[in-house]
């Protein structure tokens, strides 16, 4: 090797040092901007956060992970028969005074409707089933959703719930961390009866149940404890909205309840909702119509607003605590169909994909 080469490896050599030490010198002067940056960065967060009021609920807080259990590689569904279902019944009517199931001269029961329909009870109110579901690749260790579906008149879980409207499917397509629970309520009748739910703390005594169904079902007995500390979201369509209301006077979830969608569902007690949503900042309401309740939701939007909450009139790209939107459905969307088109088509599934905090991974 000629006196040039030697030369010129020792020129690059020395250039290659001087590079590394650069490069070595930058690494340290970050290192150093991060140790005195960072806790500054911390601080001013910290300071946002409390005074935002409700920015602290936006990321779900961190909980105990009682279970080591793995994401499940396959979706679970059951329909169960529950002792806190809501029928059979056997208590008073709301506001009136009488029972809410009466016998006739056989002997044979019923219940009379507010509108004086009469419906036997061994067909309408003794179905003591609920459909569950984990869906595929759901995360116990992970923050989650426990997603309560309330369905409308004239309906059966497995026909309209789970076939019809694909309340199950749009849970396990949406991608978020949640898993259903869809009571039976009046068994194909046009009748918003809450039944047992119509009872101080009977809904928590319902979700406490689904706690531990739901672990049976997972796999892992030790995630009883996370399913029984899910933050709830109650969907209601149509006539459900009975059930949902009186879940809110009476159902003592507490912080629990993080939100209320109403699908086509604003036919009464909008006074209710909008003291609900005014007094709970941790949570959101959406509301979303078609004609037939066009009308009741101008009437919740009016309420909202005069307890001085804004409402939005699209479904926000993240929904975050504090969120209320009413939300007019597409104008092909109809009041029988809209769980498979109201804002969108699949609507659960585009709502619980929008709530921020809870991904599946």
Same mark, same amino acid.
């Given at each position: 090797?000629?006196?040039?080469?030697?030369? $010129?490896? &020792?020129?690059?050599?020395? !250039?290659?040092?001087?590079?590394?030490?650069? #490069? *070595?010198?930058? @690494?340290?002067?970050?290192?150093?901007?991060?140790?005195?940056?960072?806790? $500054?960065? &911390?601080?001013?967060?910290? !300071?946002?956060?409390?005074?935002?009021?409700? #920015? *602290?609920?936006? @990321?779900?807080?961190?909980h105990a992970v009682v279970s080591r259990q793995g994401p499940l590689p396959k979706s679970v569904t059951r329909l169960a028969s529950f002792s806190a279902a809501p029928f059979p019944y056997a208590g008073v009517v709301?506001?009136?005074?009488?029972?809410?199931?009466?016998a006739d001269e056989t002997g044979r029961r019923f219940h009379r409707t507010a509108g004086g329909r009469v419906y036997w009870e061994d067909e309408r109110y003794?179905?003591?089933?609920?459909?569950?579901?984990?869906?595929?690749?759901?995360?116990?260790?992970?923050?989650?959703?426990?997603?309560?579906?309330?369905h409308g008149h004239r309906a059966n879980l497995r026909r309209d719930v789970f076939m019809r409207q694909r309340v199950p499917w749009q849970v396990s397509m949406s991608r978020s961390n949640a898993v259903l629970v869809a009571p039976q309520f009046a068994v194909n009748a046009s009748d918003s009866s809450a039944g047992k739910l119509w009872q101080r703390g009977a809904l928590r005594d319902f979700v406490d149940e689904t706690a531990s169904r739901l672990a049976t079902m997972h796999g892992d007995p030790r995630s009883e404890a996370t399913f029984a500390n899910l933050p709830v979201v109650i969907v209601a369509?149509?006539?459900?909205?009975?059930?949902?209301?009186?879940?809110?006077?009476n159902g003592d979830l507490g912080s629990r309840l993080r939100g209320i969608v109403l699908l086509d569902a604003a036919y009464g007690e909008m006074g209710v909702f909008a003291d609900w949503i005014a007094r709970t900042?941790?949570?959101f309401l959406l509301s979303t119509y078609t004609g037939s309740t066009e009308a009741r939701n101008r009437e919740l939007k009016g309420l909202v607003e005069a307890r001085g909450l804004q409402a939005l009139e699209a479904v926000p790209p993240r929904i975050e605590p504090g969120n209320v939107a009413i939300v007019p459905a597409a104008?092909?969307?109809?009041?029988?169909?809209?769980?498979?088109?109201?804002?969108?088509?699949?609507?659960?599934?585009?709502?619980?994909?929008?709530?921020?905090?809870y991904p599946r991974m």
């Open positions: 090797m000629g006196t040039a080469e030697i030369s $010129a490896l &020792a020129v690059s050599a020395i !250039r290659q040092s001087r590079v590394a030490s650069l #490069a *070595v010198r930058l @690494v340290l002067l970050a290192g150093l901007l991060a140790i005195v940056t960072e806790p $500054a960065a &911390a601080q001013q967060h910290a !300071r946002r956060v409390a005074t935002s009021g409700w #920015a *602290v609920s936006v @990321v779900p807080t961190p709301p506001g009136a005074n009488r029972p809410f199931i009466e003794s179905d003591p089933r609920v459909l569950l579901h984990i869906p595929r690749g759901f995360d116990v260790r992970r923050p989650g959703l426990l997603v309560l579906y309330f369509y149509s006539g459900g909205v009975g059930p949902a209301s009186w879940a809110i006077r900042p941790n949570a104008s092909d969307a109809t009041h029988h169909d809209i769980l498979l088109r109201a804002w969108a088509d699949d609507p659960l599934r585009d709502l619980l994909a929008r709530v921020r905090g």
